[in-house]
Structures are given as C-alpha cells and as structure tokens.
C-alpha cells in the first residue's frame, strides 16, 4: 500500500524531473570544477552588516524576477494556451511607475514606498487586463495579443519619467533591492518566498487551479459547467500583470534607477523557457507551477555557471542554448515515451527473473 | 483454405501486461460479404482489428490471406496494407483542407512529380464508379462527414483492396448519410471485397451484414449467420446473460398539461440556435425529445440549460419565474445537462476522474470554497462503486477510461449536484449495450425519487422504453407529442415523417 502511493507520487510529479536533474547536474559540474562553488561565507557590506554571500546566493537572489514572472507566465500558458511575451516591457512600465510616484512625493518613506508599490500593481494589472482581453474577448492569439504591448511597452516607460532615468536614492529603496538590516538574507529572496507562499494560498483556498486547467483544456466543456471561460483568461492575465509589477519592482530596486530600456531585457523568453523546462504544456492545460520555479533556477544556474567560467557574456547566450536544447528534448513527448517503454521492458524482466528465483 | 474465403484468422492470442485481451480467437472472412463484429466495449474487438492491422504484434495465431500460400506477419500497417487490408477510422484522418482528389491520391504516388491531370481524372472515375457524390476538385472540408467518410472508403478501396475494415463509420453520420454509405457498402460486396464492419448499432447489423461474430471477454463466443440470431439473442449473446426483461421496467406518469407542481415550464423559449418553443416537466417525470438529427431536439435542451445564447422566453421553476440565461443559472436552480458530444463538451481529458466528477458542484459552490482534497476523494470514490465506473483510480485521467465509463463519469458529475430536473442528450451514445441498459435502469429508478429527467437518443427504442411522454420535432419546430398508449415505434415514426398534425 505504502509503495503504491510512493509509485503514484513519483508518477504524479514526474514532470518536476527535468528541471531537478538540470539544477542536479549543474551542481555537481561545478563541484568538479570548483569545489569551493557553492560554499557560502558571510561578509560585511558597506552598511556594516553581516550578509550571506556566495554562487549559491546570487544564483538564488539573481533568479528572483525570473521566478516571480515565471509564476505567472505559466498561469497565462495553462488558461490561454499561449505566452505572455510582454513582461519584460510591462515590468519596465511599472518600474516606471514605481519611480515615478516616488519621484512625485516630497520624502521616501515606508508609506510612499507602499503606495507607490500599490499605484505600479495596479497600472500593471490594467495592462494585463488589457492583454487579457485581446485574448479571452476578441480570441486574438496569445503571442499576437501581447505583442502589441512587447512593441510599445517601452516606449509608454519612456514617457512616463519623460525620457529621463532617474534615480533614487533610499535606505528602504535598498532594503528592497538587496538587504533589509539585520537579516542576511537578499530581499528579493523573501519577495520569492512571499509570492510562493501567496500562491500557495490562493491555490489552497480557492478551486483556481481547476478552473484555469479545465478552461485550458476544453474551454467549451467548462463553460457548460458554469465556468466564466473568459473571465478565468482574464484573471490569469491579471495576475501576471501583477506579478510583472513586482518583478518590476525588483529590478529598480536592485540598481536605485530606472532604465526603460535595459531593466529585465529578454526576460519574457527565459519566463516562457522556464515554464517549458517545468514540464508544463505550453499548450495549456494541466500545469505544476513549482516546475516552472524550478526551471527559472535551472536557468539561472546555468548562467551564472557560464559567468564563472569566464565565458564571455556575448557567448553566454549560444551555451545557453546548447544546453536548453538538451533540456526540451529530454521533456519532448517522444524521449518520454521512449522512456516509459524502457523503464517497463526493465521492470517486466526483473519481474520474470523474481518468478524464475521463486 | 477454402475457394471463397479471403481472410482467416486462427486462435489468435494476444497479452497486454495483466489483461488477457484475445484468448484463441477464429475469424473467416467471406468474399464479397459483409461481416460484423460484435463485442461489449472491452470485449477484444479493436484488439483484433489491431493485430489484423500491425498495430500489435500477436503473441500467437496464424493469418492467412487469399493470394498468398502460407501464413502471413502483419508487422505494421503499412504490411497490412500491401497485403490488402484497407482501414476506415471512425474519426475522418483525411485533410480538409485539400481538394477530395488530394485526399485520394496524397502519400500514395511513387513518382517525384505529381500529375494532377491524371490524378483528377481517376479520381472522377472512382467517384463516379462508386456513386459518391462529390467532384474531384471540391475541397474536402466542404462535403458532409458522410462523403468525407466515403471519400476515405474510397481511397482505401482504390488500393488494391481485398480486406476493408470499417470501424464505427456511422457514428457521426444521420440516418439519410448512413443509408447513402451503406449503398457503397453493398456496391463494394458486388465487387468481392470483404467487409468488417464494427459498430455499436444493432440495427444497422441487421440492415447491411451478412455474418456476426461475437466477442466477450475476449474470447470468440460464435460466428452466425444475420438470419439465425435475432436481435434480442444478439444482445444477450453479447452480455452473456439474458437480459433482464427491459419491458417490465416501470414509467413514470405523463403529466400532459402544464401544472402548478411544473418542476420547470418554458413558454416561448428561444435561443440564437433554436426557434421558439413551449415546454414543461413534472416531477418524477421522463420525457424526451425525438425527431431526425438535426431537427433541433439537442438545441431545445441547450435552450433549457442555456449552453446557447437565450434570446427570449419566459421560464418559471416550481411555479415562480426565474432567469437562466447562461449554464452557470441553469445549474443554482438545479438543472443538470449531460450534452451531446461527450469528448467536445463532456469530459475535461487530461483531469482526473476525481476533478471531472467534482467539477460542477465545486462551480456552484463557488471558487472561494474549494473541497478538500480528503472530501473530493470520497466523494469520487463514492460515486465510482455506485456507479461501477470501471478505473484504476480516482486519479486516472478520464481519457484513459473507455466510453461508456467517461459517460458514467459525467453522469456522476451532474447526479452529485443533486439536480432537480436533469437533461441528458445522447447519454448512450456510442458505449456498450450493458453501459446503456445501466443508464436506462438508473434514469427509471432517479425518476421514482422524483427527480424530473428529459432523455433524448437516436434509438427510438431507447426512448420508448424510458419516456411517459415523447415530444416529436421536425425542422427545428415541435410537431407533435405522444403519450401514454400512443407510445408506439410506428406512431413516432408517422409523426416524425409528417404524419403528426
């Protein structure tokens, strides 16, 4: 009884392999070539306080706008059966917002911080919407509907601080972008942890997840099991713009500036590649958001392990390539089905020979 | 092998992994005849086509083939299809976007270049030939499913074909299309093909075959002619027991006008598919809808739960007036709809039975109250052992399920919302002949609880032996409607051909 639900829970969660195997084997290459890689030491930054430093962290720090916007890219991928490809440029708008609400206020305080968080959220959830409705309303497809937004999102940055990359300077302000004093771990690591947490719950406590896969699946079947087909699309659209204000958030925090141009540039096809490498169907239906977290941390790992091997960064992108190739072959439909049918030849023989023995 | 044989097939084995599908199986095939095969689902009959095919490999048996000495490996299809062994699917594998032309000819040139002269020129010949009617040049998407299907028959017979094999051709086809195939059915016999012919409906056995073979678990239960089993010896031949006398099952009363104690009354009801129309159930009744397909029966229902945009009508539920302009109002004042097309409107195909059954209640309750994971569980183990849903958990996927217990599983779903009126379109649809008496069974004894059931099925039969009251369409319009002694094959028959008024 007991093996059966181990066998299931493999069996359920066998999308979460790749992903794991890709981080697995990225740790123990660099352990061969270095075995001090990933050790974490502690040292003192320029405000004197003790802080967590090392691969493993800036892996784990670095990765964070990547994971945030990969939660919800694969939302959008399950309900729509599309991508977003317009995070990126509506994170670059609501950083935008961010700084420009802040910029607007006499004094950064915790209270304009939080207000400002709140006017950038929901200027980004209204571009959401916006997306949303291309899609769920007038059918567009997916990639087309947010191209219009890929296109002139960050033209609407640049107008929003009129042209300007202004920046701002402020001990909460970096309290966000690296360390909150006293605690040594990077900030954006805990805004990881909140949203997981946050989606946890909403998962929890509401069928959500069953309805943006039953939309994804068979629209025309959930609609009559009352599902609000369009609306899901919505949500899910919604959240994402949510997500991109947050991740948009991140990035300005990081650097104490806004740079429409350069904040989370290319962003959008590592969101969709890490919701990919998750195992999720980007097709849409069924989906495992913690695949596609682990995939945004794969993908992570693998730059920053090119970085340290002193490949330079024009080059960076082509090994990223080799080896993502790897990775989606190994999750194609085919090498699966190949490997089910071996796993099985194996186990019916070592099953004859238990009967022979017998 | 004897003169007139062209295929035979001896004790063919075959093992899956735990499931013994075919234990010693004997088929003979008859130039120029047609020859059923019959089985409840499960009973091995796609396994056997499979193996006659080189999908799978026998584990033992011989085949041998009229022209060639000696038995014969079928090792894939395309094996199968230089031997002569032409397959027809129920789902069109064609493309509709060619012209029927293209669809005849495509992967079947040998040379480089193609001669589409030639090619339509043939192909007008063998339409021609064949009696089928469509043009060389017509884009295939354009025909009706029944010429697509006869376009298919006929690209499979230009290949040299000895052996056709047809499996559930008429399961999306109206009555008009299916009679026009089995017209190229009986032109192929006079030209000495032999015919497989695997479906579910009775009746279309008895109008075109020539021989049945039987299958049950399995095993070969017999070979006959269509004249020594009748259909009723059919049926039991296939389940293996007598049928429990179907007549003997108890209606419900026919309520004939519209009552206070109405569970829902519909005046003037129209949707942007169906023409206005009045409609009432009691409770505790069984009614249906019957008419051709394409009549409007199954967009009545729709109207009902509004699976289709509503655009008038005045609806009362147990006496008061009520809206229901969307599934979602249907489903808070306890109407439940298992539609028509199972796979298209049905199932949710990669959630697990589990999800599939707590689908709808878990919408009525509402998002923010989800069950838990322990409660789903139960309850879908629950309605798994009352409904004997055949699966190996409540975590398979409903796509690995067969057809009659996907069907189970929607039914599931609905009777969980506890319904007070529940429509159910074509829930026999295409699932085995135990399934349909199970569902017919529980639709009598959900009517003696006093819940309100509209059933519709193309099989008059069906409906005669559940319904108190039969509401007869044509073109889209209701023309008559039948109860009590007036519940007969040929009174449905007369009104549905124009006879009501």
């Known amino acids: 009884m007991k093996k ?93 917002v961010f700084v420009k609400v802040l910029k607007g206020g006499p004094a950064i305080t915790g209270t304009s911080v939080f207000l400002a968080f709140l006017a950038c959220c929901v200027v980004a959830m209204i571009f959401g919407c916006f997306n949303g409705s291309l899609v769920a309303f007038f059918n567009i497809q997916p990639m087309i509907a947010t191209l219009i937004l890929f296109t002139c999102g960050r033209s609407i940055a640049y107008w929003i601080n009129g042209g300007a990359t202004p920046t701002i300077t402020s001990p909460i302000i970096s309290a966000i972008g690296s360390f909150i004093p006293g605690i040594p771990v990077p900030t954006p690591i805990l805004i990881v942890i909140v949203m997981g947490i946050l989606f946890a719950l909403l998962f929890r406590f509401t069928s959500l997840g069953l309805y943006i896969q039953s939309v994804g699946i068979n629209q025309g079947a959930a609609r009559l099991n009352g599902i609000n087909a369009v609306g899901i699309k919505l949500l899910s659209f919604i959240l994402l713009g949510a997500c991109c204000a947050v991740a948009g958030m991140i990035g300005v925090s990081r650097l104490g500036l806004i740079n429409h141009e350069t904040i989370l540039i290319n962003i959008e096809m590592d969101a969709i590649l890490a919701v990919a490498i998750g195992g999720n169907n980007l097709g849409g239906g069924k989906f ?12 992570q790992a693998l730059t920053i392990t090119l970085y340290a091997m002193k490949v330079p960064s024009t080059d960076v992108k082509a090994y990223k390539a080799v080896v993502i190739i790897i990775l989606v072959a190994l999750g194609s439909p085919v090498v699966k089905d190949t490997m089910s049918r071996f796993s099985k030849k194996i186990k019916s023989r070592s099953g004859t020979v238990g009967k022979e023995a017998a | 092998m004897q003169e007139d044989t062209v295929l035979t097939m001896r004790g063919i084995c075959k093992s899956f992994p735990g499931v013994r599908a075919l234990a010693n199986v004997d ?43 000696g038995t014969i490996n079928i090792r894939s299809p395309q094996e199968a299809q230089n031997y002569g062994i032409s397959t027809v699917y129920q789902e069109i594998t064609l493309c509709p976007n060619l012209t029927v032309a293209e669809n005849m000819f495509i992967g079947r040139t040998q040379k480089k270049s193609v001669d589409w002269k030639t090619m339509e020129k043939r192909a007008g010949e063998l339409l021609e030939n064949l009696g089928i009617p469509a043009r060389p040049k017509q884009q295939l998407g354009s025909c009706s499913l029944a010429v697509q299907q006869m376009v298919a028959i006929a690209r499979a017979v230009d290949t040299d074909c000895k052996v056709l094999i047809l499996d559930e051709p008429t399961s999306s086809l109206d009555d008009n299309e299916v009679s026009m195939l089995f017209g190229l059915m009986r032109e192929l016999k006079t030209r000495g093909v032999g015919i497989i012919f695997v479906t579910h409906f009775l009746e279309q056995v008895y109008e075109v075959s020539d021989y049945i073979t039987v ?130 409107d049905g199932i949710i195909a990669d959630l697990s039975v589990r999800e599939n059954i707590i689908l709808a209640l878990q919408v009525i309750k509402g998002m923010t109250h989800p069950f838990s994971r322990a409660k789903a569980e139960a309850i879908a183990d629950e309605y798994i052992r009352t409904l004997a849903i055949k699966t190996a958990s409540s975590d398979t996927p409903i796509k690995s399920l067969s057809g009659g217990n996907q069907q189970k599983v929607i039914l599931a779903r609905w009777l969980l919302t506890h319904p007070q009126y529940l429509i159910l379109d074509e829930p026999t649809r295409g699932i085995d002949v135990g399934t349909k008496t199970e569902i017919q069974k529980l639709v009598l004894q959900l009517a003696e609880e006093g819940m309100s059931i509209t059933f519709i099925s193309s099989e008059i039969e069906e409906m005669l032996r559940t319904c108190s009251r039969l509401i007869v369409m044509r073109d889209r319009n209701i023309v008559g409607e039948l109860k009590d002694e007036e519940l007969t094959q040929e009174r449905v028959m007369h009104t549905i051909a124009g006879g009501g008024e």
Do not use: C, W
């Open chain 1, 4 to 96: 059966t639900k181990t066998s299931q829970f493999f069996s359920n969660n066998s999308q979460l392999l790749i992903p794991l195997i890709a981080i697995l084997l990225l740790i123990v290459f660099n352990l061969i070539r270095d075995p001090e890689f990933f050790s974490v030491g502690i040292t003192t930054n320029n405000r004197g306080d003790a802080v967590l430093q090392g691969n493993l962290v800036s892996i784990l720090n670095g990765a964070s706008e990547l994971v945030i916007l990969s939660m919800g890219m694969t939302l959008v991928t399950a309900a729509s059966g599309g991508q977003d490809i317009s995070v990126g440029a509506l994170a670059a708008i609501a950083g935008s």
């Open chain 1, 288 to 299: 495992k958001m913690l695949g596609s977290v682990l995939g945004a941390y794969a993908i």
């Open chain 2, 27 to 69: 088929f003979t095939l008859r130039r120029g005849t047609i020859h059923a095969l019959m089985g409840e689902n499960g009973a091995g009959k796609s396994t056997l086509i499979k193996v006659l095919t080189g999908v799978y490999p026998m584990d033992e048996g011989e085949i041998r083939i009229d022209g060639i000495d």
């Open chain 2, 215 to 344: 299958l049950r678990n399995g095993e070969l239960v017999g070979e006959f002619t269509v004249k020594d089993l009748p259909q009723v010896q059919l049926v039991a031949t296939m389940i293996g027991r007598d049928l429990d006398s179907l007549s003997s099952m108890k209606k419900g009363k026919a309520s004939a006008l519209p009552t206070d104690s109405s569970v829902y009354e519909a005046e003037g009801l129209s949707s942007t598919e169906s023409r206005p129309f009045d409609f009432h159930i009691a409770k505790g009744e069984v009614n249906g809808f019957t008419g051709l397909l394409g009549s409007g029966r199954s967009e009545s229902v729709r109207a009902i739960f509004g699976a289709d945009p509503v655009t008038g009508g005045k609806v009362k539920m147990n006496g008061k007036n009520v809206k229901i302009s969307k599934p979602l109002d249907a489903m808070k004042h306890g109407i439940g709809y298992l539609p028509e097309d199972r796979k298209r």
